[in-house]
DNA sequence: TTGAAAGCGCTAACAC
DNA sequence: GTGTTAGCGCTTTCAA
């Protein structure tokens, strides 16, 4: 093969027209005081000169390994819907903020922790299965990667956390050789609670949980039992209410529910406590059209810290979840079992903090 | 090699374990059809028990292709920064939403386009260069990528423009053979200008630029300076004020010595307009602390739309860049040049729309 | 429909 | 310090 002539030129178009070896050539890419400097300036130039790229593929295969590392998270939108053109700018915006939830934080966090490391990141949003699974794509090729709970099938996982690093985020940890990071979710939910009763007096407090398969809802759920037991207060065996989806249209929804109830039952509580901010935002919705004034008439809280939760009025008092370390801490379990695999597997738990905002009756 | 054996399973593994060659293996996974099913379901069967997984560097050296697209983003944190333990996670939340700028933005339309269009995504912040610089890194793992403007030298970016594709976003082509987007800087601050005049009425405009080097500062300075020629007041030449970060700090810096300045000479400005949101929140909070009520006694006016602009009292006038739309064009224009690698470069121009909020006086 | 064999572009021993 | 030589694990003609 003639240097030049062909599509893009390999290593062994630089070697020749630099007149050494393509070990040489390699050599100044992956190790440059290796070689004397004389002969590295003669490559680099005839590098420069070609429009030589290294091939990361060809590198991969030959060193067996990537210098990429992976996330998979949950499809927080399809990518086919149209958007619909009668919602405003502003509207969407809001939306988006909201489902912007989880995935973006810890993009961000991860991206940081693997570029200090000299990684790059690969991420790719869960999809139906098949033998071309998102799982697979991403697995082949990426050093190791983590993955939100609940995105992948453990039993697409279980065969390539047989091969490489893997992580699993925010969950349970499924496979028992992963290494995993949870959040506090029952200590924040617990200090929460506590709160509400000993800084602003409150003990008719009802819960709103999420789907009981839900890992995360049933363990803030039981920080509030917790918590409640330990005030003296009834200890609920079950959520007062639940929704499946945890969205703001349900928080709207079993909000008016309550509220319904509470017309002719028993007293109306003086507090309701979400699974998450969403619903807490739709809460907050349907309390304002029936002219219940929160904090005043009814205190409300959520769970996640979501950026929409600083722009309703009332603010939104809340547990916020590290999301962005979480992705950091991903980062650093994965290169330190790529140092040592053999290490036994990791499980953190991420401490949260709660923020006391107007909801709760903390700020005007 | 015997099968099992050794590390990872390859083709090999599983076609001996199947009983079929390395070629119909390849085949049930490239092209399923190609195989009669019960040979197929062998293959799988096999697949499944050995824990197989393609190996995405060997696909993609053998077929030269990835399925991955890129995107190269400006370092918006340094990640070896220690976080001061000092500023509450509040405070540290409202920068990180300002800094958030546009990269996710970008990131989150791309990745969704990219999986529309069955790639995954790989992302990179910009890092000083050598010969392992950050495009390299990409470049060679990917089929195609964009790059936020001034992120990369041109330099480096000239050779493998001639490899692969690559869209550039938000700046000027730079490289001719590009394709690349921009978005309507010059449109939406002469809107928002003229928005200023004929709504609010105010005539003493103020415009804060940016480093002259800045083409989106530039260009928003010459939508604001045509504005004002087509309202018949004196069209400056250059910008009242420039800072050349374009930073919060700034902002705030430019707004006391713009007070200090107006006490002695000219009248004050009725209105102050940014070249950014940053700088504007910036000026917001110096304007609170001098005790000037904003927007009665002076309009202040950003360009961007990032979300702390809701949050801040007041609301912060603004520009909104669609910045999300910008990373799902940049995919339709790497898809495209994919599939047909000759047509011309293409240049487009995504219109922008004002957002008027309260800092102008829109609203309450 | 399936198999055999030749690379894809690089790294990593090992010689010199 | 530099060159030689095997692969790395797949895709892809070309035959059968």
Redesign the interface.
């Known amino acids: 093969m003639v240097a030049g002539v062909s599509g893009?030129p390999t290593v062994y178009d630089v070697a020749e027209h630099a007149g050494v070896s393509i070990a040489t050539v390699s050599r100044?890419?992956r190790n440059?005081d290796s070689v004397r400097a004389q002969t590295r300036d003669r490559v680099?130039e005839a590098?420069?000169q070609?429009?030589?790229?290294?091939?990361?593929?060809?590198?991969?295969?030959a060193s067996r390994s990537?210098?990429?590392l992976g996330l998979c998270f949950p499809?927080y939108?399809d990518?086919?819907a149209e958007e619909s053109a009668e919602e405003t700018?502003?509207a969407r915006?809001a939306g988006?903020?909201a489902a912007?939830l989880y995935s973006?934080q810890i993009?961000?966090g991860m991206?940081?922790?693997s570029?200090?490391h000299g990684y790059?990141?690969?991420?790719?949003?869960s999809?139906a299965g098949g033998?071309?699974s998102l799982v697979?794509?991403?697995?082949?090729?990426v050093d190791g990667f983590a993955v939100m709970a609940r995105t992948v099938p453990t039993e697409d996982l279980?065969?390539?956390a047989?091969?490489l690093p893997v992580v699993m985020l925010a969950g349970p940890r499924e496979l028992d050789h992963l290494d995993h990071i949870e959040v506090a979710n029952f200590d924040g939910q617990r200090e929460l609670t506590r709160h509400l009763v000993e800084a602003h007096g409150l003990h008719r407090l009802a819960y709103v949980g999420g789907d009981p398969a839900s890992p995360d809802a049933e363990a803030r759920f039981r920080g509030f039992a917790a918590a409640c037991r330990e005030a003296g207060l009834p200890e609920p065996a079950e959520p007062a209410l639940r929704t499946s989806l945890m969205t703001q249209a349900e928080g709207r929804r079993v909000t008016e529910e309550l509220l319904d109830r509470s017309e002719t039952d028993a007293p109306r509580p003086q507090a309701m406590l979400f699974a998450n901010d969403q619903m807490a935002i739709g809460a907050l919705r349907a309390l304002e059209r029936r002219g219940v004034r929160v904090p005043e008439e009814m205190a409300v809280t959520g769970f996640d810290g979501i950026?929409l939760g600083?722009?309703v009025r009332p603010t939104l008092t809340t547990v916020?979840q590290p999301m962005?370390r979480l992705g950091e801490e991903a980062v650093e379990l994965l290169v330190r079992r790529l140092r040592a695999p053999e290490v036994t597997p990791a499980s953190m738990m991420l401490p949260v903090?709660a923020?006391y905002r107007s909801s709760c009756g903390c700020r005007p």
Chains 1, 2 share one sequence.
Request: glycine content about 8%; proline content about 9%; aromatic content about 2%.
């Open positions: 893009t100044v890419y440059p680099m590098a420069k070609l429009g030589y790229v290294p091939s990361g593929n060809a590198r991969g295969l990537t210098g990429v499809d939108a990518p086919d700018e502003e915006d988006d903020e912007m973006d993009i961000r991206e940081r922790a570029r200090r790059a990141l690969l991420i790719a949003a999809l033998p071309e697979a794509k991403v697995a082949g090729r279980e065969p390539i047989r091969r950026p600083q722009i916020r962005r903090r923020a």
